[in-house]
Every structure is written in structure tokens, then in C-alpha cells.
């Protein structure tokens, strides 16, 4: 098992374009975490996935933000219409739902720069 | 809602002494999960220990342990004999273990430089 992987590790883009960005989990997870982290901040939590469903989203995804996991292994992130406001590391972390909690393992990010 | 604090923005340690780091964290809850977190620079985050709030033995990992203060809502790591490895950013993190979608709240981390 490699881990969490994410792609792509860097990502620039000019502010209105749309992007995505693709988390694959350790394979026998059943829940998928995304998070933001900028600059000198912890990860703040955005949404998660238990198998296919989004069961939680924060209010900080605005609507221009949409997350799927369409058949309970990868998730997509996308963002329409960037803002600068946008630039951060997207985080995933993946883990399996038992008793208690289960220990999250985070991939390396994706870093994306909004000019 | 609960809030986890780290106010030490930086540390440094000589290589082989050892360091403590603070947090501080709020919640009303009684039964919850907090984790110190490393972020090394350039690459992916993993847990260091995580300690149950209703247990009251402190957690150890190696040459990591933790002090946790439930009263005092205080919650520190402790790093022995300090290797230049462990420089990186470090995180203090809440779970409520009621919540069953176990989402971490983060602090805003402290970054630790080991000198050698």
C-alpha cells in the first residue's frame, strides 16, 4: 500500500478558470476527508465521504466548490470560477469507520496558487 | 464550537535536549480525542499520538509523551533526546468522539527547529 496520493502536487492557474484535483485514498478506507491549509494556518475541514456519500460539507465550501466520489474510492475536488482568495494546500486524508477513531492518514497536498 | 490554540508560533531545541510544546484547547465536551500532528517541510502530515480525554494515563510514543490536563484543558508534547529529523511543523488537533465523522479541528501549528 502507497498511501494516500494526490494530483497534481502543484497547480497554477489564473483567477476564473476551473479546477480539480484528484485524492486516491488507501484502498480499503471508506471515509475521505478534504481539508484547506493556508499559509500559516492549520487544516481547516471542508467536507468528507463515507464510501459515496458526502455526508458533511463546511461552511466554508462555498458553491463554487463541489466534491464527488462517485464509487466510494477516489474523490475529485473542484473549484469553478477561482478567486486569489482560493490559493492554499487541499489536503485528503482517508481512514477506515470503526469503534472509535480511526486514525486519519493524510496524502502531500496539492498546492494551488491563484494568479 | 471548540477551538484547539498553540501559542508558540516557533521553538527551537539543540539537537538531543528536549522540547516542549504548549496547547491549549476549548470544548464543552467530555469525551474527545486530541493529536499532535508533524508536518515536515515539503511533505505529508502523520500523527505523532493521539491521547482519549477519558483516559487519564498520558499517551507515549518513543521519545514522545504527552501531558494532558483535562481540567486545565492543556494538552503538551514533550520531545526527548531531540534528533534534527524532527524538525518540522506541529500540530495540535481536537476530535469530538461523539461526532461520528471524526473531523479534526487543527490549531495553527508550531514550527520546530532542531539545532544541531
Redesign the interface.
Known sequence: DTGVSQDPRHKITKRGQNVTFRCDPISEHNRLYWYRQTLGQGPEFLTYFQNEAQLEKSRLLSDRFSAERPKGSFSTLEIQRTEQGDSAMYLCASSSAGMGQETQYFGPGTRLLVL | AQT?TQSQPEMSVQEAETVTLSCTYDTSESDY?LFW?KQPPS?????VI?Q?AYKQQNATENRFSVNFQKAAKSFSLKISDSQLGDAAMY?C?Y?N?LN??????????TRLHILP
Do not use: C, H, P
Not at chain 2, 43 to 47: A, C, G, H
Open positions: 484547539v480525542y500532528y511533505r505529508q502530515m502523520i500523527l493521539r482519549e500540530f488537533a476530535s468522539l461520528r465523522d471524526d473531523k479534526i479541528i487543527f490549531g495553527k501549528g
